[in-house]
């Protein structure tokens, strides 16, 4: 579950002018008042970051589902991690579905099917994830709908549609897959919960609790008791927070939509110059993966992974690369770096997602200038989609090493600071590699015609987001683990990347 978010903020909107006369004296009632009225000043205070206003809301939060649920709360302080509960013995799982409420029925999607792929994608199309202000939706096609439901021993029954009885329209889902997460030293099979979606016409009638639920029913019966899930919002309790970042590829087409702020004359030229890339890569060697490259590419994303996150997936078996990496028109590309001077070795690789988002309304005329087309001059068709990429998995050389010389180790005067020096020399490796590759990246994604290239600052992508001219968007991720307490993650210990 992803979070649609443009480049736009809007901290500067809110205002904070509560009006709160204090009587000379006053009665019980008027104090609570008086403490209500100070709480949502707080929670309106300009001087307050988004992520603080949210955090503020979230303690007054009452959760009548999530309170019911193995997560931490919100005001637990974790110092350990493990399970909330052991696994159930069956017969504490129900063997049969929860019951909906009247004129509901709970069904499979079957994504293999152009039936049901095209039900489900156009339930989203028309009801998934859009931005704050809803001038964009997520648009996830057909075929990456397949990509992301149907890794290798996916299970039909974690693919739960609600469908009306008497017309038989599909009005909610909910998906699992099953993945290997690896949180710290401990991996664990768990399901990989996504694109839970409501039709518009359901929302706020609790039907979400029981598609949760429904979902969990199911993961139980195959004997696993933890989920990992992605959210915009703020939930009891996430185990890591990130934000997204956005590096405009196609200036115009992102003012044109709203995605970011309208500019004229100079100062479009500007960042048009300044967004500028060059058209060819410039890594030797760099080319689209093939099947032949698989067994390198999990070796190389797992070692990658383990040495550098702290919550991340464990690629098991070649038919999981093969599955995930790739390339699939429209859908996924994966690019390979192969050692100039080792034929058929390779040294790094990079992957992106296509996401596109469908423009739901014309940018408001606050956000930006509007300019009087001059008369004659045909009015230009708005365009309909942001065809956004999406970082997906890379990897880089980790281990370079580094020797101090003697010098070195004498400035340093002990074996902590050589330690520190030895860190920062990798990560400063580690950083113009990445650079370059992540470079080579958005000359990809702006020959295939993206429009702007996104990532959160997870993993080591805080390295290159700044010399890359990365935006920090207004839209954060969160991460939750279910059944499994852990201690707070940094965000750029986060490995685990959700569609
Ligand atoms: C997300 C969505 C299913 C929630 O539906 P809703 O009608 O607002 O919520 P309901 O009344 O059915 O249920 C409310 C409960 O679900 C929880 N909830 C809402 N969204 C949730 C989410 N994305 N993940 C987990 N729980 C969620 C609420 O916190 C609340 O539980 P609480 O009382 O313990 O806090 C619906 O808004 C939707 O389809 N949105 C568009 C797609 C989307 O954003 N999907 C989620 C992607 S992360």
């Given amino acids: 579950m992803a979070d649609n978010n443009n480049n736009t903020t809007n901290e500067s909107q809110e205002s904070s002018s509560t009006p709160n ?14 403490l209500r009225l100070m709480e949502a000043q707080a929670i309106n ?47 504490q ?83 699992g897959i099953p993945v290997d997460v690896m949180v710290r ?43 990992i899930y992605t959210v915009g919002k703020l939930l009891p309790k996430p185990v890591a927070t990130c934000r997204y970042f956005h590096r405009t590829l196609n200036p115009r087409k992102l003012m044109d939509t709203g995605f970011t702020q309208k500019l004229e004359g100079p100062q479009l030229a500007k960042v048009m110059s300044l967004m500028r890339l060059p058209s060819t890569t410039s890594i030797p060697g760099l080319r689209l993966m093939r099947k032949s490259d698989v067994g390198q590419v999990r070796k190389m994303l797992n070692r990658y992974l383990k040495t550098r996150t702290d919550v991340l997936p464990v690629f098991r078996t070649d038919e999981e690369i093969e599955h995930w990496f790739m390339p699939r028109e429209g859908v996924i590309w994966t690019y390979v770096v192969e050692d100039p001077e080792h034929v058929g070795r390779l040294t790094d690789f990079f992957s992106f997602y296509s996401l596109p988002s469908s423009v739901l309304k014309a940018p408001s005329k606050s956000k930006g200038k509007s300019v009087k087309r001059p008369q004659g001059v045909p009015a230009k068709k708005q365009s309909t989609t942001v065809n956004a990429a999406y970082l997906f998995y890379y990897s880089v050389k980790t281990d370079h090493g580094i020797k101090l010389s003697d010098d070195e180790k004498a400035e340093c005067g002990g074996q902590k600071k050589e330690k520190a020096l030895v860190k920062e020399k990798e990560n400063s490796l580690i950083k113009d590699r990445l650079t370059s590759l992540m470079s080579d990246a958005l000359i990809v994604a702006s020959t295939q015609k993206f429009d702007v290239f996104n990532c959160l600052d997870m993993m080591d992508n805080s390295m290159f987001t700044t010399d890359l001219k990365f935006g920090p968007g207004d839209g954060y991720l969160r991460y939750y683990l279910f059944n499994y307490m852990a201690r707070p993650v940094d965000s750029t210990k986060v490995g685990f990347v959700m569609l």
């Fill in 21 to 34: 006369p204090i009587p000379a004296s006053f009665d019980a009632k008027q104090i609570r008042e008086i």
């Fill in 45 to 91: 205070d300009p001087g307050m970051t988004k992520l603080e206003r949210e955090e503020a809301e979230e303690k007054k939060a009452e959760h009548k589902f999530w309170s019911t649920q193995p997560v931490p709360k919100s005001a637990d302080v974790i110092e350990k991690d493990g399970p909330l509960h052991p696994p159930l013995p069956a017969d």
């Fill in 93 to 175: 799982i129900p063997q049969e579905p929860y019951e909906l409420p009247s004129g509901m029925k709970w069904c499979i999607l079957d994504v293999e099917t152009d039936e049901h792929v095209d039900e489900l994608h156009n339930l989203l199309l028309e009801n998934y994830v859009e931005d704050a202000d809803s001038m964009f939706r997520f648009s996830y096609s057909a075929e990456f709908i397949r990509w992301a439901l149907m890794p290798p021993g996916f299970s039909k029954e974690w693919h739960v549609g609600v469908r009306r009885e008497d017309t038989d329209e599909l009005i909610a889902f909910i998906s």
């Fill in 185 to 227: 030293d401990k991996t664990i099979r768990m399901a990989e919960i996504n694109f839970l979606c409501l039709h518009k016409s359901l929302r706020t009638q609790r039907l979400t609790p029981l598609m949760i639920k429904e979902v969990t029913r199911r993961v139980h019966l195959v004997g696993i008791f933890q989920a």
